[in-house]
């Protein structure tokens, strides 16, 4: 069974919960945005997905991208499907117009690239980067560079990779070798190896656009010592430039996403911002890649409980529970607890999750172009303390709810033949790239809500409104534990490194019923389609942020234990 987006219901969650277009109300460029004109566009994205993109996501999987002598050839189908794509101006779709895009909200896009992550992740992979590099040539660019390559980049005409790790560089950029030096004509030398560069060759598209971060000869150590290159495959007079794909990995899942080994051979590529300010511009990139991951969660966990959730309603095994219902000699599974826990777990995961990532969506175009300075504020302070808390969260559950959605099969969720099990290990990546959920965490508890000792996290969680005293009591509390993290910080330093896992943790399960319940007071979202997800939220899925905070109440407890036996001593 193929993913199928439901564009109705999606239309639904974004104008009955997540407030479009109203919440729009006033950008620049939006005022034909409406209702009907959002409807219209996932009508269109849910066909294109469904027939053109999920139907491949098998063969992508059992044939794979294939390498032989430098040259990358895509799964059957990839290319058509690539060409058609862009084509269609779906990459183009959030796109400012003076660029060749069409000027549409961010949140659509979301939308898009959750349903393709769904529906065929490996194939997904070679756009997903698209839009980031788009908003990094567009804001650090020359406009040299942006005349040749912002166009193609916005259309999709040229995909783009993202060139960061090296063989001892990976979650420490700052240890990157790649050096880069300058020529008398202003272009600069590339030399080094780049390793797991997704989309780093391939048969998509006529031309690559590599965004490579390397050294200046004369740059300091560390991370403040790279700058960022732009790097084509064919440069501008048509001749293949000295960035050479030199094999491509072989992988427990994404078979349809080649993930390569790039050789910088004194390839010729041109500056892109400032010197020694590549982490900086890479930045722009990287946020939105997080986002994107963070869709790519949500789009398979819930390509996992549509197959699981189909596959309960036409198995029958042993009697369920309570009275007997028909004649047949046993019980369709969904009837049973244990498997209805399952499905209705991750269900309320991923629409409680949709309203977050598509909040997040609305919030970046109001970060970007609202007229009041206090509103872009608020839009940043957002964006910036949820990315994190998405990227892991979001992630986390679509491995292990895939998972557990495997189980809805017993033994034939083991076998191919259902499809499940590849979900089960496309989905184990997306917990590790984009900077690994352990990153995150620190990102969110050590870089965002200490150093000002929480405060700028509980006005975050004070910019939510809430009627529910329930998720109140949640934001309290979870305030409560970043003051004492920061100040048990004060005597032993690397207190929060422990616990920052239950502290993101924690926040997702709060924000996840914060969104619960805005779903809950919008009438006009349907939820018909699947059981009680709002019970499986207050049953089995928010008893863990109790969990989690008393693992955090343990640590600061043990942590101040030794600190007053230390000053003892
Ligand atoms: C399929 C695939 C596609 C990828 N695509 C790209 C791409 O397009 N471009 C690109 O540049 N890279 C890409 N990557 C690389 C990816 O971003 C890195 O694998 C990731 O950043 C982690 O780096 P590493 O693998 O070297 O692990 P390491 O950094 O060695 O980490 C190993 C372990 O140590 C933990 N760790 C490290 N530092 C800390 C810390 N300070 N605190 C707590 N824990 C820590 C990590 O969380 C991890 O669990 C891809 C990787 C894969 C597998």
């Known amino acids: 069974m193929d993913y199928q987006p439901h564009s109705d219901e999606i239309a639904s969650l974004l104008t009955g919960v997540a407030g479009l277009p109203g919440a729009l109300a006033g950008l620049p460029g939006f005022a034909e945005v409406d209702a009907a004109l959002v409807g219209q566009v996932l009508e269109e994205a849910g066909k294109f997905v469904a027939e053109r993109i999920a139907p491949l996501n098998r063969e992508g999987d059992e044939i794979g991208a294939r390498y032989e002598a430098g040259q990358v050839t895509m799964p059957p189908g990839f290319r058509e499907a690539y060409q058609a794509f862009w084509q269609a101006g779906w990459p183009a779709l959030s796109a400012r117009e003076e660029d060749g895009g069409q000027g549409l909200p961010a949140v659509l896009e979301c939308v898009l690239y959750e349903w393709l992550s769904a529906a065929n992740h490996g194939w997904t992979m070679a756009p997903g980067l698209l839009h980031g590099a788009y908003e990094c040539l567009k ?71 590599h965004l490579v971060l390397a050294r200046l000869p004369d740059a300091p150590p560390g991370p403040k010592g790279l700058s960022l290159f732009l790097v084509p495959k064919f440069m501008p007079d048509g001749s293949r430039s000295r960035a050479h794909c030199e094999r491509i990995e072989e992988k427990m899942g994404l078979h349809g996403s080649p993930t390569c080994v790039m050789r910088f051979d004194e390839a010729t590529g041109w500056i892109v911002g400032e010197p020694g300010r590549g982490l900086n511009a890479m930045f722009v990139m990287m946020n939105s890649a997080r986002l994107h991951v963070a869709l790519q969660g949500i789009g398979l966990l819930d390509a996992a409980w549509q197959k699981a959730d189909a596959y309960a309603r036409e198995r029958r095994q042993m009697r369920a529970p309570g009275p007997r219902r028909g004649s047949e000699a046993a019980d369709l599974i969904i009837e049973h607890p244990a498997v209805r826990r399952i499905l209705d777990t991750q269900r309320a995961w991923v629409d409680g999750a949709r309203v977050l990532a598509y909040r997040t969506g609305i919030e970046l175009d109001v970060a970007r172009s609202h007229s009041d300075a206090e509103a872009r504020q608020r839009a940043e302070r957002w964006c910036s303390f949820i990315t994190p808390v998405l990227k892991a969260a979001c992630t986390d559950q679509a491995f292990h709810g895939a998972s557990e959605c495997l189980q809805v099969f017993g033994g034939h969720g083991y076998v191919r033949e259902w499809g499940i099990e590849q979900i089960v ?41 809430t009627a529910d005293e329930e998720v109140a009591g949640r934001f309290a509390a979870l305030t409560r534990s970043a003051v004492a993290l920061a100040t048990g910080a004060q005597s032993q330093a690397d207190l929060p490194y422990w616990v920052a896992g239950d502290f993101l943790r924690a926040t997702a399960l709060a924000l996840l019923a914060w969104a619960w319940e805005r779903i809950g007071s919008s009438p006009g979202f349907h939820t018909s389609r699947w059981l009680d997800p709002e019970h499986a939220l207050i049953s089995w899925v928010m008893p863990e942020f109790d969990m989690r905070l008393a693992l955090i109440d343990a640590a600061i407890e043990r942590s101040s234990a030794r600190f007053t036996a230390r000053s003892i001593d």
């Open 139 to 209: 804001h650090h660019g020359s406009d040299a560079l942006k005349e040749r390559y912002l166009g193609k980049i916005a259309t999709g005409e040229w995909l783009a990779t993202m060139c960061l790790t090296e063989p001892h560089a990976g979650s420490d950029l700052g240890l990157a070798r790649t050096r880069a030096v300058p020529q008398p004509d202003g272009s600069y030398l590339l030399e080094g190896t780049k390793i797991f560069i997704s989309g780093g060759e391939h048969d998509l598209s006529d031309n690559i656009v």
């Open 425 to 465: 290990r496309d989905s184990r990546v997306a917990m590790i790239y984009e900077g690994t959920n352990e990153i995150q965490a620190i990102d969110l508890l050590v870089r965002k809500v200490l150093p000002d000792g929480g405060a700028g996290f509980t006005t975050f969680l004070g910019d939510l409104d």
